[in-house]
């Protein structure tokens, strides 16, 4: 069964950047799609990114274009969405979330789920 551990949450000031990483243990991430989803406090879950692992395909939600990238790293079977010029509305918990065979965009009907890396922009 595929696990995934999220790891690389913290505080940053304004402009700063982090990575966050979703490890995925067990099973291999090909062939599924590969989501970060971010809840803020008093906030729905919304979908962040999200990456095809089979057809290398990717989505963003229009207020994180140009400032986040998803990629993988298939030796390491790990997941990363680098993070940069950070905004206090980026503060949330991010959760990486696994589909199987489905298709990078719709952010919904995940599989599998982490447990969240809090991320916080604050100066």
């Known amino acids: 069964q595929l696990q995934l551990v999220e790891s690389g949450g913290g505080l940053v000031q304004p402009g700063g950047s982090l990575r966050l990483s979703c490890a995925a243990s067990r099973v291999t991430l090909r062939y599924y799609v590969i989501n970060w989803f971010r809840q803020a406090p008093g906030k729905e879950r919304e979908g962040v990114s999200c990456?095809?692992?089979?057809?290398?395909?990717?989505n963003y939600r229009d207020s994180v274009k140009g400032r986040f990238t998803i990629s993988i790293d298939n030796a390491k079977n790990t997941v990363y969405l680098q993070m940069n010029s950070l905004k206090p509305d980026d503060t949330a918990v991010y959760y990486c979330?696994?589909?199987?065979?489905?298709?990078?965009?719709?952010?919904?009907?995940?599989?599998?789920w982490g447990k969240g890396t809090l991320v916080t922009v604050s100066s």
């Open positions: 990456i095809s692992t089979s057809s290398g395909v990717t």
């Open positions: 979330a696994a589909e199987s065979l489905g298709t990078c965009g719709s952010y919904r009907g995940m599989d599998y």
